[in-house]
């Protein structure tokens, strides 16, 4: 029940297309679900996160987009660029415990 | 601000010797965790303390993991003995705790047991 399935594992997007990533969850005590971006040799660092209150957020370039009855959550990055190429990797968290999704790894084509 | 400062960066022993790993978190962060992140992976959480006090170390292996915060500041992390299959990335992460639950990583050390 604590799982968090993230999809797909790696992601090729030719630069300015949209990269999505998405996210299932199973723990309906969840109440913070974040986004992190991994580059190689270094550790995650928080991109946006939401609360299940609301069903989208948008900072800059990076949207989540949430859906609480069928506990799934999705990353887009629109515009995408060469540097946002790393691992990404969704979250659930509930008290503080920070449960990982699997990670997916994008590559932007230039 | 500094940012969570975890040394050594690189670490390679021989299985079963000892190793341990220290973490300094961000100035006035009342929550630290470790987490145990393998290639490709996620991270996984070792344990995670409030202040002074684990307050889950569900999945710390405890046969040869222990991990403190003395003064509820830094952290040191310790594998007596190491496994090969130890071999990974431990991570530490910080955050004001409470409600607020925006955790800020650390870069790593990266454990190699040869």
């Known amino acids: 029940q604590q799982q968090v399935k993230q999809s797909p594992q790696s992601l090729i997007v030719q630069k300015g297309g949209i990269s999505i990533i998405n996210c299932a969850y199973e723990n309906t005590a969840f109440d913070y679900f974040p986004w992190y971006q991994q580059f190689p040799g270094k550790g995650p660092a928080l991109l946006i996160a939401?609360?299940?209150?609301?069903s989208e957020k948008k900072e800059g370039r990076f949207t989540i987009s949430f859906n609480k009855s069928a506990k799934q959550f999705s990353l887009h990055i629109m515009d995408s660029q060469p540097g946002d190429s790393a691992t990404y990797f969704c979250?659930?968290?509930?008290?503080?415990?920070?449960?990982f999704g699997q990670g997916t790894t994008l590559q932007v084509k230039p | 601000e500094a940012g969570v400062v975890q040394s050594p960066r690189y670490k390679i022993i021989e299985k079963k010797q000892p190793v341990a790993f220290w973490c300094n978190p961000i100035s006035g962060h009342n929550t630290l965790y470790w987490y145990l992140q393998n290639l490709g992976q996620g991270p996984e959480l070792l344990i995670r303390y409030e202040n002074e006090e684990a307050v889950d170390d569900s999945q710390l292996p405890k046969d040869r993991f222990s991990a403190e915060r003395l003064k509820g500041v830094d952290s040191t992390l310790k594998i007596q003995p190491a496994e090969l299959g130890d071999s990974a990335v431990y991570l530490c992460?910080?955050?004001?705790?409470?409600?607020?639950?925006?955790?800020?990583f650390g870069q790593g050390t990266r454990l190699t047991v040869v």
């Open positions: 939401i609360r299940p209150d609301v």
């Open positions: 979250a659930g968290s509930n008290t503080g415990k920070l449960i």
């Open positions: 992460a910080s955050s004001f705790g409470g409600t607020n639950t925006e955790a800020f």
